[in-house]
C-alpha cells in the first residue's frame, strides 16, 4: 500500500499527463457535481471530490477507487466548469496513471482482454450472428483485430493489460 503522496508530487504527475494539464485550475466550486449525470444517481461518484482528493495527494484513494470508473464521459461538467477545467480529461489522466499502478476494474479488464483478442469488448455471439441474414443483414465486417494489436503494442496498453491478467 503506498502512502499519502505530497499534494505537489501528485498533482504533478496528474498535471503532466495528456488531460491532466487543467486540473490545479480547480477552485472547487461544485458546478461540476451539480452538472454530472452520474453524481445524481449514485453518492459514490462526485467529479468535484475526486478533483479536491487528487489536489490533496491522497494517491492511493483517488487511484484505488472503482469511483474513478463510474464518470460516462459525458462531458456536461467541463462545458460548465467556470476556471475550464478539463474535467472529464483529468479523469481519464487519472485512470490512465490507475491502470499503469494496476487498479482497473474487473469489468474493464475483461473489455480489454476482449478487445485484444477479438477487436471488440464484448463478443458478438452466435445468437446474434445467426441473426443477422434472417433480418436482412450482412455477416458483419471483420474486426480490423490486427491493426488494433499494432496500436495497442505502439502504446504499451498490450503489456499493460497481461500484467493484468496474470495477477
Ligand atoms: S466546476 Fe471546475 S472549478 Fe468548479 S469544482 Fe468542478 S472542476 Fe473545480
Ligand atoms: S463527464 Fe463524467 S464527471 Fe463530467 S458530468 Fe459527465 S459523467 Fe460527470
Redesign the pocket.
Known amino acids: 500500500m503506498e502512502n499519502k503522496t505530497s499534494p505537489l508530487n501528485f498533482s504533478d504527475e496528474v498535471t503532466k499527463r495528456l488531460g491532466g494539464e487543467t486540473m490545479t485550475l480547480c477552485y472547487q466550486c461544485g458546478t461540476?457535481a451539480s452538472?454530472?449525470?452520474?453524481?445524481k444517481i449514485t453518492p459514490r461518484f462526485n467529479?468535484r471530490e475526486i478533483i479536491k482528493l487528487s489536489l490533496l495527494g491522497e494517491r492511493e484513494e483517488v487511484l484505488s477507487s472503482d469511483s474513478l470508473w463510474l464518470?460516462?464521459?459525458?462531458?456536461?461538467?467541463?462545458e460548465r466548469c467556470p476556471q475550464k477545467v478539463e474535467?472529464?480529461d483529468v479523469?481519464y489522466a487519472l485512470r490512465n496513471i490507475a491502470f499503469k499502478k494496476g487498479h482497473i476494474p474487473n469489468i474493464y479488464s475483461e473489455f480489454a482482454s476482449a478487445l485484444m483478442s477479438d477487436g471488440h469488448i464484448v463478443k458478438v455471439s452466435k445468437f446474434v450472428e445467426n441473426k443477422r441474414p434472417t433480418l436482412g443483414l450482412p455477416p458483419l465486417p471483420p474486426s480490423g483485430v490486427e491493426a488494433l494489436r499494432k496500436i495497442l503494442a505502439a502504446t504499451g496498453f498490450d503489456k499493460l493489460q497481461k500484467k493484468e491478467e496474470s495477477q
Not at 35 to 39: G, K, L, Q, R, Y
Not at 71 to 78: A, E, G, V
Request: aromatic letters at 6%; hydrophobic letters at 30%; proline letters at 11%.
Open positions: 461540476c452538472s454530472c449525470p452520474v453524481a467529479p464518470c460516462c464521459s459525458c462531458y456536461n461538467c467541463q474535467i472529464a479523469i
